[in-house]
């Protein structure tokens, strides 16, 4: 299993920048396609950005894309999340996860895990 550590939330400005980044421990995340996630306030955990193992394929949810950019370091076991142009509909709490395999990127949180505690964003207007 790949143990997720997610930081770099913080308060932001709307048009601000954040990056994200997930250290983790465990199995090395080369082995892994990786995700970030996010939970707003009384809604379900969504999917943000998928990257597979190597970097070669990336998926964005339709309201990030253009503004968020995920990237992943295989050497250091990190995965990172790029965030531009930030929204007060950002505001959420960003987890990241590993999921799939090599050959295979899941297109549903449920397929991804386990899950770190996560790094609060908020975005004001």
């Known amino acids: 299993q790949v143990h997720p550590v997610e930081s770099g939330g913080g308060l932001v400005q709307a048009g601000g920048s954040l990056r994200l980044s997930c250290a983790t421990s465990g199995q090395a995340i080369s082995s892994f396609a990786m995700g970030w996630f996010r939970r707003a306030p009384g809604k379900e955990r969504a999917i943000v950005a998928t990257i597979s193992w190597n970097g070669g394929r990336t998926y964005y949810r339709d309201s990030v894309k253009g503004r968020f950019t995920i990237s992943r370091d295989n050497a250091k076991n990190t995965v990172y999340l790029q965030m531009n142009n930030l929204k007060p509909e950002d505001t959420a709490v960003y987890y990241c996860?590993?999921?799939?395999?090599?050959?295979?990127?899941?297109?549903?949180?449920?397929?991804?895990?386990?899950w770190g505690q996560g790094t609060q964003v908020t975005v004001s207007s």
């Open positions: 996860a590993a999921g799939g395999s090599t050959w295979y990127v899941p297109q549903v949180p449920a397929d991804f895990g386990p």
